[in-house]
């Protein structure tokens, strides 16, 4: 993942989406880890615990530091799965990623963003869709493994899959948690380009007898630069009626990411 500064504020927009509530209850790791488990195993049972809902929504507040500059933030944030993610800072910045969109725009300097994904993966030196996202946002698997390709073994606390072959211009490692076989941490590395992509999943909750990230960490590193965003959550609700308002008002100046 490329980390220039006009495109910092495009990953934290591609990297928003976790939830937790008043009501929720913090998972406790109390997975018995088998040495035996097979690949097919580990992938049924993540398989198992993909998450179900329609639509989500939730307050969360982002942090991210690229090593010069830190920023905080909280935004509104909607979902309606497999459809669209949506978010919004007081009306004053609004973004929506679709399967075929990604565009954001913003009052306060009357600029904005649209643009298609192949346009992204471009820039961003890999290829990205709106399942990707929404995996990652969820805490499963970026990159849906397969019995034939990868293999199984034990890393830590956690159950690793990679590919058996991994390549030597893109390695992925995927860890998945014991205990509700959702992600402990995803790695994409391009070695060639020193490009590295890590995000850590902290902690787990159940909402509404779903298992959701409740504390997220992402690094993405590219030569010297480096970028941490960390995520936090709060106010979620399931399943509820949800509107995804969002019109690029006339006059406003496109952002061109290099």
Known sequence: MIIKPKIISLILILSIGLVSCKSAKTITDNGTLNSNLSAKQIIKNSDKNTSKFNTLSARLKIESNDGKNSQSTSVSLRIEKDKTIWMSKLGIVKALITPNRVAFYNKLDNTYFDSDFTYLSSLLGTELDFNKIQALLLG??????????????????????????????????????????????????QSKDNRHLEINYLAYQEVE??????AINIIALEHEDQLKIDLEFKGVELNQKLRFPFTIPSGYKKIELK
């Not at 199984?152 to 948690?177: C, D, G, R, T, W």
């Open 209 to 214: 007898n779903e298992i959701l990230p409740e």
């Open 140 to 189: 499963e698997p970026i990159y849906k493994p397969n019995t034939k390709d990868y293999e199984a073994s034990v890393f830590e606390k956690s159950y690793m899959l990679q590919p058996k072959n991994q390549n030597n211009l893109f390695e992925i490692f995927l860890l998945f948690n014991p205990t509700h076989f959702k992600m402990d941490s995803q790695q994409i590395a």
